[in-house]
């Protein structure tokens, strides 16, 4: 059975993801922040939930211990969990903001990938997803054709170009794991408030990458159209 973490599936792209894995038939552990919100998302789908919160070291510690208690391994860590930030102008962003943001985008990527590698070390097929975004992709924000580069948010689109980069360093130094990026395209949610996609084509990219086995690809950056530039 394949068993598969998702951050911040609670609601929105991670949630629809979680219902479209559980179809394909993985053990699909809800990862939320609230366990209120965790425990009726789980229900809703009849999948299993853990309290997981990227920015908290001890959380994410216990939801490895509890699901290597109950599992043993996981084959699938989604990092979906993300906030979008402040998208004041630039010159009001403070380093405080930015740090915000980055807790949970950026750091909370490599606290849980730091405590669920040695789960996904005792999978056959060890697969990391990291939800990135064309905000962050320098070759869509400066394309004046992408919709990506109307866009002007300091904090958001750092820290999704930092994804994009900690996905190839981690791809890198851990070639016995497929570690790719997505962007999920602009999909209405409480994240963002608009976005002309559905949450089907909006987890289309993360599902494509949550489900390669070992001769996938490791290291590259896809929308639902594929290939895109870092
Ligand atoms: P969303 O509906 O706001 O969902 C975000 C999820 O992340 C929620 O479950 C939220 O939990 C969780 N979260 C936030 N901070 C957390 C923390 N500290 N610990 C654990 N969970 C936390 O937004 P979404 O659009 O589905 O976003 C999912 C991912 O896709 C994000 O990484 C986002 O940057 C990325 N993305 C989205 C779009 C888009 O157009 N929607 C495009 C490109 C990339 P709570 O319910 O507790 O707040």
Request: hydrophobic share 40%; aromatic share 6%; proline share 3%.
């Amino acid at each position: 059975m394949t068993v598969t973490l998702i951050t911040g599936a609670n609601k929105g792209l991670g949630f629809e993801a979680a219902q479209r894995l559980k179809k394909l038939g993985h053990t699909v552990y809800i990862g939320s922040r609230d366990e209120e919100r965790g425990k009726e998302a789980a229900e809703k789908l009849e999948a299993q939930y853990i309290v997981l919160d990227v920015t908290n070291e001890e959380s994410v510690k216990n939801a490895a211990i509890e699901i290597e208690k109950r599992e043993g391994y996981i084959d699938v860590l989604i990092n979906n969990a993300g906030i979008s930030g402040n998208h004041s102008f630039v010159q009001d962003i403070t380093a405080d903001m930015m740090e915000q943001v980055y807790n949970t985008n950026v750091f909370g990527i490599v606290r849980v990938t730091q405590h669920f590698l040695p789960l996904l070390k005792k999978s056959n097929q060890p697969v990391i997803v990291n939800v990135s975004s064309g905000l962050g992709s320098f070759g869509q924000v400066t394309n004046p054709e992408k919709i990506e580069s109307t866009v002007n948010a300091l904090a958001y689109c750092s820290s999704k170009a930092a994804v994009s980069m900690l996905t190839l360093q981690y791809a890198k130094g851990l070639p016995d794991i497929r570690i790719n990026a997505v962007d999920p395209g602009p999909t209405k949610t409480d994240l963002t408030g608009h976005g002309f996609q559905t949450l089907e084509q909006g987890t289309d990219a993360i599902v494509k990458m949550a489900t390669i086995d070992n001769s996938g690809p490791t290291g590259i950056f896809i929308n639902r159209d594929g290939i895109i530039p870092w």
